[in-house]
């Protein structure tokens, strides 16, 4: 019950009339700074950009561990420079990168400004272009300001800070083949992304200038090269980091100068991966489009990444450990997706996790020994061979499926599990039929008329042995292809790695009865894994193996 609700008696007027007047004045007051308040808080979140930052940081073991913050920044505070968007690069595939991009970048572009954030064009080279537009006057009316730091026409790479790059970029980053001719190609910012009244457009420390005429405290930059123009302009993320901003890259609408057949030899879009991984160690942090756009990231259409599915049940030589330490130290930082599907070390284990991940995989890696498994699962893997998914066996992986003793009665006593008995000649083309005793290490050379394969690229069988018992593989399928014999005194040669081809899709196969613990730390083994799951997947093989850049 409000005051001019409640019953007064007659006498009580004179005292309280005067009251009900000033609540019937405050009322409107009140109501109107009420109003305000919530047009205050309206107001600001018109104008919020809800950020997810992600950068790198070093643990105390040297690693590097990616950390995701969540912050909001003042669109009114924060500006959004557009780096070298030009409508031609002297390179193709820079060019279709570039045009590809665009349109999610204006849609971003667009977000940003409705929101309240300076947008800066910066096309280098191609002021003339813009000679007489309001977005290029004002950007040259912004007074000069005393930096923090002196400003600089090109920062370059700081080595005391950052290391080297990631990348070897030394031949101009062009991806094409044959490479393109470089020559003067652009004259301005490619037509897709609109320039608005209220933009600016710059190509020097003008931005810089503007940025502080405007009191902006954020900075989020976009465009290409990023191991180029993005770093390095006076616009870039070195200059404006030095001069105490608040820098973000947008990861997901740049690009990289990379030749994917130079140093780390890995695709041109994971050579982009390493370069963002690059700025978030050493320089600023980085987020996406999809925080001001929503849905998810935008990918290049050629950006395809195979799925490895590592199949391991087995109870002898550890590839539950050797493994997954293999996948992650040389395949995921390449780009590869990984997924396991996994049975304990018991042999009596017939439950598989997660093997419905052989559907959208590009690439089995089977270790099984001996196991039964669920009907879905080998149907599923018939399907993805006979699809043409490559295969690479290792060791036990000859006889994965082949069961006896125990395992028999447990398939006899659960319809809902098979095995695949013929696998190996089937498949893998291979004849197991036991192996040497364990002991002698196995000494390996080159099969007649091996030599050349690209599976054996930088592979040398003589600074290697075998550190597992010898297996009896022979004779091999007509069709399959040996690349290294091995042998132990008094004993005939047996295949230990050969390759094949399978199902109407011409499927690539490789296996190798190799795979001990002690042969994981071999550089020759890991070199010939590296080499066959990458020719399984029909990805070329590099001419060296390097590691992971930091």
């Known amino acids: 019950m409000t005051l001019t609700d409640r019953p007064v008696a007659p006498d009580d007027w004179a005292m309280r009339l005067p009251l009900i007047r000033l609540i019937r004045l405050i009322r409107p007051v009140a109501a109107a700074a009420l109003a305000a308040g919530f047009g205050l808080v309206a107001s600001a979140a018109e104008h919020s950009l809800h950020l997810h930052l992600r950068d790198r940081v070093r643990l105390p073991d040297g690693a590097w561990q990616a950390r995701v913050r969540e912050v909001e920044w003042d669109a009114r505070r924060t500006a959004v420079i557009v780096c070298d968007m030009w409508d031609r690069h002297w390179c193709r595939g820079a060019t279709a990168r570039v045009a590809e991009m665009a349109p999610r970048m204006n849609e971003f572009l667009k977000a940003a400004r409705a929101r309240g954030a300076l947008i800066i064009h910066a096309p ?181 990444r195979a799925t490895v599915a590592f199949v391991i049940g087995e109870n002898e030589y550890h590839t539950w450990e050797t493994l997954p330490e293999f996948a992650r130290d040389v395949l995921a930082w390449r780009g590869f997706r990984i997924e396991f599907v996994t049975a304990s070390p018991r042999v009596d284990d017939y439950h598989w996790e997660n093997w419905r991940a052989l559907a959208k995989a590009d690439l089995v890696v089977l270790s099984a020994r001996r196991r039964a498994a669920p009907r879905g699962m080998l149907d599923l893997l018939r399907q993805r061979l006979e699809a043409g998914a490559g295969l690479v066996g290792i060791r036990t992986a000859s006889h994965a499926f082949a069961l006896r003793g125990k395992a028999v009665e447990a398939l006899e006593k659960n319809p809902g599990l098979a095995q695949w008995a013929a696998f190996d000649p089937e498949v893998l083309g291979g004849h197991y039929h036991n192996h040497h005793p364990a002991g002698p290490p196995t000494k390996l050379r080159l099969a007649p008329g091996a030599e050349g394969h690209p599976v054996l690229t930088g592979v040398d069988p003589g600074s290697f042995t075998g550190h597992g018992s010898l297996y009896k593989v022979s004779p091999l399928a007509p069709d399959a292809t040996p690349l290294l014999l091995g042998h132990i005194p008094d004993q005939p040669e047996e295949p230990v790695a050969w390759v094949r081809l399978y199902g109407p899709h011409q499927a690539r196969v490789f296996y190798t009865s190799l795979g001990h613990p002690d042969d994981f730390r071999e550089p020759g083994f890991r070199r010939l894994l590296f080499n066959a799951m990458l020719w399984a997947v029909r990805q070329p093989i590099p001419p060296e193996m390097v590691p992971r850049p930091e």
């Open 124 to 304: 280098s080279d191609t002021m003339e272009y813009y000679r007489d537009t309001p977005q290029r006057r004002l950007a040259q009316a912004a007074p000069p300001v005393k930096p923090k730091v002196p400003l600089r026409n090109w920062c370059s790479l700081d080595r005391d800070r950052g290391g080297e790059l990631p990348i070897d970029d030394s031949d101009g980053g062009c991806d094409d083949e044959p490479r393109c001719r470089e020559y003067r190609a652009w004259t301005h910012q490619i037509d897709t992304l609109e320039i608005q009244p209220g933009d600016a457009i710059t190509d020097s420390a003008e931005a810089y200038y503007l940025i502080r005429q405007r009191g902006i405290e954020n900075v989020l930059i976009l465009g290409v090269h990023l191991n180029m123009c993005v770093l390095g302009r006076p616009f870039g993320i070195r200059q404006l980091v030095a001069q105490g901003l608040n820098v973000a890259l947008v990861r997901d609408l740049t690009d990289t100068m990379y030749n994917s057949r130079r140093r780390p030899f890995v695709s041109h879009f994971v050579g982009t991966d390493l370069m963002v991984e690059h700025v978030e160690k050493h320089w600023c942090p980085s987020i996406t489009s999809a925080d001001l756009l929503g849905g998810e990231p935008f990918r290049f259409r050629a950006d395809r």
